[in-house]
């Protein structure tokens, strides 16, 4: 069982950024059992672990899949459908106003809980292309994901996207063709265009009954049995597909060609092999709806059984193991007001190595600090509890006043810098126009903040002029301004920015980037972290300059290292 004790109404966690000095050893509280042993109950702890993320184009159903997973895994009683009129339920992940005003997800929800033995953390990542840099972000901190297909439109443009995403990260994905109760497309031609525009194997695990309003459920190709609902989690054993149950449901031609189908795919198609699935070649495919229930149990149960535990994470002076004894962590978000009424800030963690627990001493290697984790919690979307304990694969909340990053390492002592969380140039570039000018102060600090959270790119100019804010997509501004009136009670507007690209600077001569700096002045910002961006007024500004800077590396991507 995961150790955690809930919150009490109107508690207060404390914030995780007590100083300690430096010579204290950053080591948890309770004396260790001796070494094998430790190692031993964290290899077991990690293997229980599965982290993992769903993709697809918006609209194709992931919400609404997130709340069935959880549903069915036990962590609520009761699953909202998105939009729904009567009573006017919305899922528990997306938990903003304006995902609740719009319906989609716009910000990454962590959702903890147990299944068959098994600890999931889920990760519920935003949908929409203008959300790509977080989405990004949170793939890197996770080890299998869920591929959500509307059975109508088949791979759009986003889904395509997520994947070019998971397959740089290797990450293994399963497949699950959703809405199979509505009008859909022929099972094969979705699996032909799975093969043939992902250049991915494909292993179809179930195959469904009927389609559209004939859809009465799925038949297990690997053990003979057919769901029709899965509040029924065994099944109903059969013998095959020519056993007398299917003449109930089908009528006689479609029951013939169905036969006709899963002889063809058993000769044709790939079998699943978890080598080829854990390399990202080959992708497990079920079929199901998620709104009525079909396929979402087998869902939890392929991911029991074949996603990976906790995987290595790669360091610039070496490899992390999962069942390393040392505790190390990476953050990959940040998130502000969570709780209203706190106005707290929460850094999300992955616990990459190791075993945390409550109160032990951990060091943030960019600064050297060693901090206590006084209150580290466990997620349930905006709901928290605290944890006792975590281990390897796990993701945590850590509270703090802006002391941590994205892309920080906390360890127990040891100086390592992961790789792999970049930032991307954004696309979009505004300046913010406070209709309340005295509370100017107050509106950069919120832009800190959000900032910080990875919302959008604050850039400030060096010759003083007003900031810069950067998106990848309109979208973002939209939940800028949102977040901004609703969260800080501060209405703003956009206005155009006297530049129309941005691009990181680096050259290996100071004496060079630094002549180049005052010689473009005016163009010239720093952004959060201090480092130097070129603000190119136009593409053609951009290249211009480039070519007369040999000196200067211009670059669309900045590695948090």
Known sequence: MLRRRPLEPGERPPVDDQPQTADQPAAGGAAAPPATAARADIAREVARRRTFAIISHPDAGKTTLTEKLLLFGGAIQLAGQVKAKKDKRNTRSDWMAIERARGISVATSVMTFEYAGTVFNLLDTPGHEDFSDHTYRTLTAVDSAIMVIDAAKGIEARTLKLFEICRLRDIPIITFVNKMDRESREPLELLDEIASTLALDTAPMVWPVGRGRDFRGTFDLYEPRMRRMDQDPAGTPVSGPHDPVFDTLLETDELARWREEIELVRDACTRFDLEQFRHGTLT????GSALRNFGVRDLLDALVAHAPTPRSQRAATRTIEATEPAMTGIIFKIQANMDPNHRDRMAFMRV???????????KLVRTGRVFQLQAPQFFFAQDRSLAEEAYAGDVVGIPNRGMLRIGDALTEGEDVTFLGIPSFAPEILRRIRLEDAIRAKKLREALAEMAEEGV???????????????VIGALQLDVLADRLHNEYGLPVGFEGAPCDTVRWITSDDKTELNRFMERHRS?????RDGAPVFLATSAFNLEWTAERAPAIRFADIKATS
């Open 456 to 470: 959008v790119q604050l850039f400030s100019p060096v010759d003083g002029t007003q900031p810069i804010v950067g």
């Open 523 to 527: 163009q010239i910002a720093l952004d």
């Open 284 to 287: 497990p495919v079920f079929f």
């Open 352 to 362: 990459c190595s190791g075993r945390l627990t409550r109160g032990m001493k951990v």
